[in-house]
């Protein structure tokens, strides 16, 4: 029987590398049987959901036995109010991945080559190599996108280019005027990706205004998501913002009701959610700042993160540190698949756990 999936499936997806999540708390629980756990290892919102989208959520439960709107008509007349494009170019997806693989279906072809930087987020050669594409990576220089080394690697067949801005996992950012240079080098018949989930997070004001290539009519995506700042992970609510004719080229191999009705109306209360939102960027903010601190008295290096999360080196296995952490009820992401075996990932969260985190890390580490 093996060798006959081998035989019909297609050949690409033997190729493929599962995504690793962070491990939820309920296998945490079960495995070993505690509970007092916090998780620090998706880039989770810890304020939980906004408590705008909590109410639209209760108030539409009655409705679940409906279909949704197949085409979220007011999710995506408000994203196009927000942000002063044409409602024709918003894409909402059942999570950015989602739109990251439709974006793969509808335009790449065997051989195309697609180029992303190395590491970065995982879906992009995920969604990538199931198309049969090449996957050109092009490692960090300094933990940051290599933007020079991205368009040096542009050949006949480059499709697509995929820019993770922060990048994750490193947290770094590239500045508007690097991002400028590089769209004035990089041909027009490339489409551009910038993957922006941890943008509301952005301190620095360098950060660019890529959605304003997409006004300018370039044949850019500019994706973002509801599962981070504004706390609806669960529910699987991610959007895009392009052309309207590459937004209707996507539109074309999309499954109908792929947005469930809780989370469209979740989505449309939390956009307008702007007392939470700040709300969340202070916790960041402060958290970021108390961790700084405190891994730096226990001499650790880090990358300074633009993000929710920090990456930190521990100057020893990732995985024993993980798992010793794990013992003390605390989930964190190792990063040896990144090519970072010493290294693990935090997300940054409420004080009291960011100074369990520490309390537990320095335990850890002192062994």
Do not use: W
């Not at 690697?153 to 508007?176: E, H």
């Not at 027009?188 to 290539?213: G, K, Q, T």
């Not at 993000?307 to 190792?334: E, K, M, P, W, Y």
């Amino acid at each position: 029987m093996q060798d006959f999936v081998k035989n019909k499936a297609r050949k690409e997806i033997f190729d493929l590398k599962p995504y690793i999540p962070g491990k939820p708390i309920e296998e945490v629980k079960r495995e070993l049987g505690i509970d007092n756990i916090i998780k620090m290892a998706s880039n989770e919102n810890p304020l939980g959901p906004s408590p705008r989208a909590l109410e639209a959520i209760t108030k539409n439960l009655p409705q679940i036995h409906l279909y949704p709107d197949a085409n979220c008509f007011e999710l995506k007349k408000r994203l196009a109010e927000f942000y002063s494009i044409a409602a024709d170019s918003v894409l909402i997806g059942n999570g950015s991945d989602e739109l990251l693989k439709l974006l793969a279906e509808a335009f790449i072809n065997r051989d195309d080559q697609v180029i992303f930087a190395q590491p970065t987020f995982s879906e992009y050669e995920f969604v990538s190599l199931i198309m049969g594409a090449e996957c050109i990576k092009i490692p960090l220089k300094n933990y940051t996108l290599d933007l020079e080394g991205i368009f040096q690697a542009i050949t006949p067949k480059t499709k697509i280019i995929f820019i993770c801005n922060p990048n994750n996992p490193s947290g770094t950012m590239v500045t508007s005027i690097q991002i400028s240079t590089f769209m004035e080098q990089v041909p027009d018949d490339i489409i551009i990706v910038f993957d922006e989930a941890y943008s509301e997070y952005v301190e620095s004001s360098d950060f660019p205004d890529s959605l304003d290539y997409v006004r300018q009519g370039r044949n850019v995506i500019v994706s973002r998501t509801f599962s981070k700042i504004y706390g609806l992970a669960a529910l699987r609510a991610g959007y895009a913002l392009t052309t309207a004719a590459i937004a209707q080229a996507i539109e074309r191999v999309r499954e109908p009701f792929n947005v469930n009705t809780l989370a469209q109306v979740g989505a449309l209360a939390a956009l307008d959610d702007h007392e939470y939102v700040l709300k969340s960027k202070q916790l960041n903010r402060e958290g970021k700042q108390y961790l700084y601190a405190e891994l730096s008295r226990l001499g650790l290096n880090y990358v300074p993160s633009e993000a929710n999360f920090i990456l930190v080196d521990c100057g020893r296995s990732c995985r024993t540190v993980f798992n010793d952490l794990l013992q003390q009820g605390i989930i964190v992401r190792t990063c040896d698949h990144f090519g970072y075996p010493d290294f693990i990932r935090v997300t940054i969260g409420k004080p009291d756990d960011n100074q369990r985190f520490i309390k537990s890390l320095e335990n850890v580490l002192g062994k």
